[in-house]
C-alpha cells in the first residue's frame, strides 16, 4: 500500500517551495523553513571558515560571554558528564585557549576541514534557538596524510546579540571517545 504522504518531493524550477512544503511535507513531518534556520546556517558557517583558516583569534567572537563550549563523546553526554575534553566556560577561556596554541604549544603543521549537515532546529523561542548539526572533521597533515579526525553531532544553544547570532552553548559531541586524539585545535 502507497503512503498517504510523499517520503520525498522533488522540486523543479518555478515549483512555489513554501506552498509545496505545507501541501506535502509539514501534515506528515515536523519541518521549518525559516529566517532562523539560515541564520543558523550562516552562523555555522562563519565559524567554520575561521577554524578552517585558522583564523583562530575570531574564533572566540563568535561566542557570548559567559558561553559554554565543551568537546565530550557521545557516550559520556548520554550519562550526563559535564566534563569534557575541552571545557571552557567563560570567553576568557576561549581566548587563552588559542593564546596557548600560537605560545605555549608546539604541534606538527597540520590543517582541517570541516563538512556539516544541515542544522535542525530542536527550540525556536524567543530570542534564543537550539540546533543539532552533524559534522565531519578530516585531518591533513604536513605530508599530506589524510584522515577523518572526528564525526559527531554540534549541538548549539544561539541567541541573538544585537543584529547577530552568538553561541551561548556549543556542546561537541563526538561519535567516538578518541581519548588518543590530540585535540588541539577547537573542533
Same mark, same amino acid.
Given at each position: ?6 517520503? $520525498?518531493?522533488?522540486? /523543479?524550477?518555478?515549483? *512555489?517551495?513554501? =506552498?509545496?512544503?505545507? !501541501? ?5 513531518? %515536523? ?25 583562530l ?30 571545557? $571552557?566556560?567563560?570567553? /576568557?577561556?576561549?581566548? *587563552?585557549?588559542? =593564546?596557548?596554541?600560537? !605560545? ?5 603543521? %597540520?590543517?582541517?576541514r ?68 590530540c ?5
Open positions: 500500500m502507497p503512503p498517504s504522504k510523499p517520503v $520525498a518531493v522533488v522540486l /523543479g524550477a518555478g515549483d *512555489d517551495i513554501e =506552498a509545496r512544503v505545507e !501541501e506535502e511535507i509539514r501534515p506528515g513531518f %515536523q519541518f521549518r523553513c525559516d529566517r532562523c534556520v539560515e541564520r543558523d546556517l550562516a552562523l555555522q558557517a562563519a565559524n567554520i571558515r575561521c577554524i578552517d583558516r585558522n583564523e583569534e575570531a574564533w572566540p567572537d563568535f561566542f557570548l560571554d559567559p558561553c559554554l563550549y565543551v568537546v565530550t563523546s557521545a557516550e559520556n553526554h548520554r550519562n550526563g558528564f559535564e566534563g569534557g575534553m575541552i571545557y $571552557a566556560d567563560t570567553k /576568557g577561556m576561549l581566548i *587563552d585557549r588559542i =593564546a596557548s596554541l600560537r !605560545e605555549a604549544n608546539v604541534y606538527e603543521k %597540520q590543517t582541517y570541516h563538512i556539516l549537515g544541515l542544522p535542525y532546529l530542536t527550540r525556536n523561542g524567543g530570542d534564543e534557538a537550539e540546533s543539532e548539526t552533524p559534522f565531519m572533521v578530516v585531518r591533513v597533515m604536513h605530508d599530506g596524510q589524510t584522515d577523518i579526525f572526528a564525526t559527531g553531532v554540534y549541538l548549539d544553544v544561539i541567541r541573538t546579540a544585537g543584529n547577530d547570532l552568538k553561541f551561548r552553548q556549543a556542546s561537541v559531541v563526538c561519535d567516538s571517545r578518541a581519548s588518543t586524539r585535540w588541539r585545535l577547537p573542533l
